[in-house]
């Protein structure tokens, strides 16, 4: 087995605490009853597929998303609703990546879109108050800035050839099985980030 050189992480519920039960609530209360078919952790549909790659625009979600609403619906309500799902940075596992960062080279690879990557930055602002979430690695991928994203095999060897990066030299680290089950198949080292697990608790 090669050794590993690379530490590839997922962000939400791996560096991000985030929980799809209160956005998906938010939006129930909006009147999207079917929202769970349409959004969770292990899939999404077309829509949000479309904005996690960069495909559509924030207001074109916004207007499809609003034909499953009440009709009093407004953006503001759909954003906050939409954001519910990010809470909170684990600070203890971000300092542990500049602990990580003297023995492998760290990156990031995120299935987010460009309404998250605002608030979730906005969220970093807060609670670190200085630097930037990117700071952390030598390089971020985001999926709606490369339009690919996870777990299909095509979004890993981007992120590998980009990097200049071997598979076999790399762990990937997610709380998605799906996801975990990609990265194996691109030919990566892979470790799935149980409920109340942190990056911190893994042995490299």
Sequence with gaps: MAKIKNLLFDLGGVLLNIDYNKT?????????????????????NHLFEALE???????DFYKTILQ????????????????AILLNFRIKSLHHLSELK????????????????????KI?????????????????YYSHKIHLRKPYSSTYQFVLDDA???????????????????????????????????IEDITF
């Design 24 to 44: 998906a609530d938010a939006f129930k209360k909006l009147g999207v009853q079917q929202f769970d078919e349409l959004y969770s952790q292990s899939g999404a």
């Design 53 to 59: 790659t960069g495909k559509i625009s924030e207001d």
């Design 68 to 83: 499953y609403c009440y009709p009093s619906t407004n953006k503001e309500q759909l954003t906050t609703a939409w954001n």
């Design 102 to 121: 003297n023995k492998y080279n760290i990156y990031l690879l995120s299935n987010t879109n460009s309404i998250h990557l605002k608030a979730f930055n």
């Design 124 to 140: 970093f602002d807060e609670e670190i108050g200085n630097g930037h979430l990117d700071d952390y690695f030598i390089k971020a």
């Design 164 to 198: 200049g990066i071997y598979a076999e030299e790399t762990l990937f680290i997610d709380d998605s099985i799906v996801n975990i089950e990609g990265a194996k198949k691109a030919g990566l080292a892979a470790h799935h980030l149980l409920a109340g697990q942190k």
